[in-house]
């Protein structure tokens, strides 16, 4: 049992050492490749995020131009509506000055003419008293006219007088209508200029958080390609390792039949006769999309008709260990033979544990436990010991 200790280390690495190395690298530079594309799409798609973003702004900056504009204007008018409104005050004042000037000067005319009555009074108070009972301006000038003391010239002033008094409150009136009609115009003017200001604070709001989002962007670009330069740089490295790990094996292999040559003998391994054409496919239904040896994989690739599938033991056996590695999912290794072992890789917490019993056909898990693995594939090896030698044969010659 000692050789199966010194096995068991070896399959507790990422799918063994020696030859399996070549897993390890291939599976390596396949993660890298696709963590890589994963990030040149995310930078892709950052790129198309940013364009949009920048079509916002663009969109966002030309309405705020559109708000300011139109402050600008409605200001403009106020200002307009503002020298209206002070201008006619001015008029107003003018126009109340006026009516104080002419009411003053009725005010004395007629305090004249009631003198005039007055005199005329005492020295023949028989002859004017209709004057005298006169009870304000109007009723004095009716009676006016058949006082020969009275100027013709004073009752025609005080007539025009009075007339031009009627015009000017009324041109008062009308002049207080225009101010309210224009403190209404000017009332509007800065309520819709206060809708527009409210208006464009939210723009600039709107405007800075797309810039924002415009610099959070630009940022994840530049890291999305470096962190793809990186990957990069590690696949190149990956890729650089795998070749000089073929040429070593390549070395190895011709030194091997080298020494066989050199011995008189070829280096082979022998199969157990008793599980030639034995062995059942693993997975119902699935059929095998890479063989074994193809890009140097030791293991042979099956694909199941649908996602998850059921994976079944290939003989009866004992599970000899189960291990998960974070790229490959859930493995298990069943012993069937004192020197073979089948190994399921890609599999989901397995429903057998170590030293279990298991009949050929027990489904032992299912598919889909790898990062890095469809959940539809599984990496089937059968693993030979022979001679102190660990070795991954063909599994199609075992069916």
């Known amino acids: 049992m000692k ?12 799918l063994g050492w020696g030859q399996t190395s070549l897993e ?30 920048g079509v916002e702004v663009q969109r966002k900056r030309r309405e705020l131009e559109t708000v300011a504009r139109n402050i600008t204007q409605l200001e403009r008018e106020k200002i307009q509506i503002e020298r209206s409104i002070e201008a006619l005050e001015a008029q107003i004042a003018q126009t109340e000055g006026e009516i104080a000037n ?29 004057l005298l009972r006169a009870q304000s301006l109007t009723e004095l000038l009716m009676r006016a006219g058949w006082v020969q003391y009275l100027g013709a010239s004073d009752v025609r002033l005080v007539e025009t007088l009075t007339a031009l008094v009627r015009e000017l409150h009324a041109a008062r009136e009308r002049l207080v209508g225009l101010v ?10 800065e309520a819709r200029i206060a809708a527009l200001e409210a208006k464009r604070r939210q723009y600039r709001a709107v ?16 890291e999305l ?16 390792r795998l070749e000089a790990e073929k040429r070593r094996l390549e070395e190895e292999r011709r030194r091997r039949e080298a020494a066989a040559r050199t011995s008189g003998r070829a280096v082979t391994f022998d199969i157990p006769r008793e ?16 063989p074994f040896g193809k890009a140097g994989n030791t293991w042979q690739v099956i694909q199941a008709d649908q996602n998850y599938a059921p994976v ?13 590695y974070a790229n490959y999912g859930w493995n298990v290794l069943i012993l069937h033979a004192d020197n073979l072992l089948t190994r399921y890789t890609n599999l989901q917490e397995p429903l057998v544990r170590t030293g279990d019993r298991v009949l050929q056909g027990q489904i032992i898990g299912y598919l889909g436990g790898s990062a890095i693995i469809p959940p539809n594939e599984m990496w089937f090896s059968v693993i030979l010991s022979q001679k102190g030698r660990l070795v991954a044969v063909d599994p199609a010659k075992y069916y």
């Open 24 to 53: 390890e690298l291939n599976a390596a530079i396949q993660e890298a490749q696709q963590l890589r594309l994963q990030r040149i799409e995310a930078a892709r798609a950052a790129e198309a995020r940013l364009k949009r973003l």
């Open 312 to 324: 079944r033991a290939a003989a009866d056996g004992q599970v000899f260990a189960t291990a998960f």
């Open 207 to 222: 405007l800075e958080e797309l810039k924002r989002k415009q610099a959070d962007e630009q940022v994840r670009i530049v």
């Open 3 to 14: 050789r199966w200790l010194t096995l068991l280390l070896v399959l507790a690495l990422p």
């Open 275 to 290: 599980l030639v054409g034995e062995l059942l496919f693993p997975i119902p239904g699935g059929r095998i999309v890479t």
């Open 102 to 130: 002419i009411e003053a000067k009725l005010g004395r005319l007629k305090g004249r003419m009631k003198r005039l009555v007055e005199k005329l009074h005492r020295e023949r108070a028989g002859r004017y008293l209709p």
């Open 180 to 189: 309210k009609q224009l403190s209404q115009k000017k009332s509007e003017r």
């Open 225 to 240: 390609n470096k962190a793809a330069e990186e990957l990069e740089r590690q696949m190149q490295a990956l890729v650089t």
